[in-house]
């Protein structure tokens, strides 16, 4: 269908309330749409259903009416959580019905030019860092989409002298069909979420439909150290600025000199910029950037450079970069106790994303990891185990399997928590058992290398009860 011209009268179905769900069923019906909202939830499960309803929306919770989707529905929007398998999308599918999430609709009725920005890891401070680096320099930006705040929410009161900083997911990006930023970037790709695409193909193509629609006057931001970036470039039509923390690029953002890949040195760094004229541009020494970590580092560069795309002047940059402290759940410090040092890395929830943590530090480490098994061997851990963990403390799901990749890699500490009836307090034992086996000059890492389901509503909820443990020590 036509957006948002058309959305007039039409018939549209919002399937899922969550944040996303209620702001875009909200922005459909401001459009004259009429909006019927389905969530599976029991409709006591459902406190926004009755906001909604008293604005004219019509709600229906506890299941999916065999009748909810027919012919006369002109779009679905589903929450970018729900699988495509469940019935009203196929059915929708079936009938030739648009599918998609709040993110296509944002894009149709937002004023302002969109930088999108996805990965497997470092979205959010990238995204973060982003819109810091706008503000700096006077910008305007609106941070929105998968950070927080619901994009239809933030596009609805974007004006053209605004910037669009939106973080966007595998699963968001899925749901687009004609959605086109301003600026896309591609941080990095890791197999995470296969549950939900069934494979890397499907994940893969789902990241790359941020480029789908892009062309002249269309920035694309890229890893060019990492091989799944590197493989869409003939794909993409808009002109390409990539970043780099290994290599001198002939335009674009670089470490110089470059990190020698999985090779520790002391050698002095800076962040650069180089134009398409080979003028190079300092902007900050590495040692100055605020937060830890080689991949930090790489989170930095993509900043500067989606930052540069946007129209920022690379050479007043150096602010944001050093005074940033990182987001919450990421690598976050918590506390010092006794000369151990405790840090905060919920978010890590695949194996590469706990790799890169723990390769953050040269202290000794004391990892708390395990989560929901999703079928990951977490053979991938094996050489970082050996090379940085003293000991392991493992729960949820997945304990076994990676106690068994850290007995492999030579470590004698293992501890495997049991499962108690109270997930927190299993994490609360999980915390104990890291500090008991903790000296003078370590580091406590909670970094799961696993999603948060099978114990938690989510890795805030698990990061948070993680810092909480820490302090009742």
């Given at each position: 269908?036509?957006?948002?011209?058309?959305?007039?009268?039409?018939?549209?179905?919002?399937?899922?309330?969550?944040?996303?769900?209620?702001?875009?069923?909200?922005?459909?019906?401001?459009?004259?749409?009429?909006?019927?909202?389905?969530?599976?939830?029991?409709?006591?499960?459902?406190?926004?259903?009755?906001?909604?309803?008293?604005?004219?929306?019509?709600?229906?919770?506890?299941?999916?009416?065999?009748?909810?989707?027919?012919?006369?529905?002109?779009?679905?929007?589903?929450?970018?959580?729900?699988?495509?398998?469940?019935?009203?999308?196929?059915?929708?599918?079936?009938?030739?019905?648009?599918?998609?999430?709040?993110?296509?609709?944002?894009?149709?009725?937002?004023?302002?030019?969109?930088?999108?920005?996805?990965?497997?890891?470092?979205?959010?401070?990238?995204?973060?860092?982003?819109?810091?680096?706008?503000?700096?320099?006077?910008?305007?930006?609106?941070?929105?989409?998968?950070?927080?705040t619901p994009l239809c929410e933030a596009a609805q009161n974007a004006d053209s002298?605004?910037?669009?900083?939106?973080?966007?997911?595998?699963?968001?990006?899925?749901?687009?069909?004609?959605?086109?930023?301003?600026?896309?970037?591609?941080?990095?790709?890791?197999?995470?979420?296969?549950?939900?695409?069934?494979?890397?193909?499907?994940?893969?193509?789902?990241?790359?439909?941020?480029?789908?629609?892009?062309?002249?006057?269309?920035?694309?931001?890229?890893?060019?150290?990492?091989?799944?970036?590197?493989?869409?470039?003939?794909?993409?039509?808009?002109?390409?600025?990539?970043?780099?923390?290994?290599?001198?690029?002939?335009?674009?953002?670089?470490?110089?000199?470059?990190?020698?890949?999985?090779?520790?040195?002391?050698?002095?760094?800076?962040?650069?910029?180089?134009?398409?004229?080979?003028?190079?541009?300092?902007?900050?020494?590495?040692?100055?950037?605020?937060?830890?970590?080689?991949?930090?580092?790489?989170?930095?560069?993509?900043?500067?450079?989606?930052?540069?795309?946007?129209?920022?002047?690379?050479?007043?940059?150096?602010?944001?970069?050093?005074?940033?402290?990182?987001?919450?759940?990421?690598?976050?410090?918590?506390?010092?106790?006794?000369?151990?040092?405790?840090?905060?890395?919920?978010?890590?929830?695949?194996?590469?994303?706990?790799?890169?943590?723990?390769?953050?530090?040269?202290?000794?480490?004391?990892?708390?990891?395990?989560?929901?098994?999703?079928?990951?061997?977490?053979?991938?851990?094996?050489?970082?185990?050996?090379?940085?963990?003293?000991?392991?403390?493992?729960?949820?799901?997945?304990?076994?399997?990676?106690?068994?990749?850290?007995?492999?890699?030579?470590?004698?500490?293992?501890?495997?928590?049991?499962?108690?009836?109270?997930?927190?307090?299993?994490?609360?034992?999980?915390?104990?058992?890291?500090?008991?086996?903790?000296?003078?000059?370590?580091?406590?890492?909670?970094?799961?290398?696993?999603?948060?389901?099978?114990?938690?509503?989510?890795?805030?909820?698990?990061?948070?009860?993680?810092?909480?443990?820490?302090?009742?020590?």
């Amino acid at each position: 269908m036509k957006h948002p011209e058309s959305y007039r009268d039409q018939e549209v179905i919002v399937l899922g309330l969550a944040k996303s769900g209620v702001q875009v069923a909200k922005v459909l019906h401001s459009y004259g749409a009429v909006v019927t909202v389905n969530d599976q939830k029991d409709r006591d499960q459902c406190p926004e259903a009755g906001e909604l309803e008293s604005l004219g929306i019509s709600v229906i919770c506890g299941g999916h009416p065999d009748n909810l989707v027919h012919p006369g529905i002109s779009l679905l929007v589903k929450n970018p959580g729900i699988p495509y398998r469940v019935q009203p999308i196929q059915k929708a599918l079936e009938l030739g019905i648009e599918v998609v999430t709040e993110v296509e609709v944002a894009y149709h009725i937002c004023n302002a030019p969109i930088i999108g920005i996805t990965g497997s890891n470092g979205k959010t401070t990238t995204t973060t860092w982003v819109g810091q680096m706008l503000e700096e320099v006077g910008m305007r930006p609106i941070v929105a989409g998968n950070i927080g705040t619901p994009l239809c929410e933030a596009a609805q009161n974007a004006d053209s002298g605004n910037w669009m900083v939106t973080e966007l997911s595998s699963f968001q990006l899925k749901g687009t069909e004609k959605f086109r930023p301003r600026v896309g970037c591609l941080l990095n790709l890791a197999e995470t979420h296969l549950d939900y695409h069934g494979g890397m193909e499907d994940y893969v193509s789902s990241k790359a439909k941020m480029f789908a629609n892009m062309g002249e006057g269309d920035t694309a931001v890229l890893n060019w150290d990492d091989s799944y970036c590197r493989e869409l470039v003939p794909y993409i039509k808009a002109k390409l600025l990539p970043f780099s923390t290994n290599e001198e690029l002939v335009e674009g953002v670089y470490v110089s000199p470059p990190f020698i890949p999985d090779v520790e040195d002391s050698l002095s760094r800076k962040i650069v910029y180089r134009d398409e004229h080979g003028q190079i541009t300092d902007i900050i020494p590495v040692e100055e950037v605020g937060i830890p970590g080689r991949f930090n580092i790489a989170n930095a560069a993509a900043a500067c450079a989606i930052s540069i795309a946007a129209g920022a002047p690379a050479d007043r940059l150096s602010g944001p970069l050093s005074s940033f402290r990182g987001v919450e759940h990421r690598l976050e410090y918590v506390m010092n106790l006794q000369g151990v040092a405790f840090y905060n890395n919920s978010k890590a929830t695949n194996s590469k994303a706990t790799t890169m943590a723990l390769t953050s530090f040269h202290e000794p480490i004391v990892l708390i990891a395990g989560g929901l098994d999703r079928g990951s061997d977490y053979m991938e851990l094996m050489s970082v185990l050996s090379e940085r963990v003293k000991a392991i403390v493992v729960l949820g799901q997945s304990a076994q399997k990676i106690a068994k990749v850290a007995e492999m890699a030579g470590l004698k500490h293992i501890v495997v928590v049991d499962n108690e009836e109270d997930a927190a307090n299993t994490l609360r034992s999980a915390v104990k058992e890291a500090a008991a086996a903790a000296e003078p000059g370590d580091i406590v890492l909670l970094s799961p290398a696993c999603a948060s389901w099978d114990m938690f509503t989510s890795y805030e909820e698990r990061g948070r009860i993680f810092k909480e443990a820490v302090h009742n020590l």
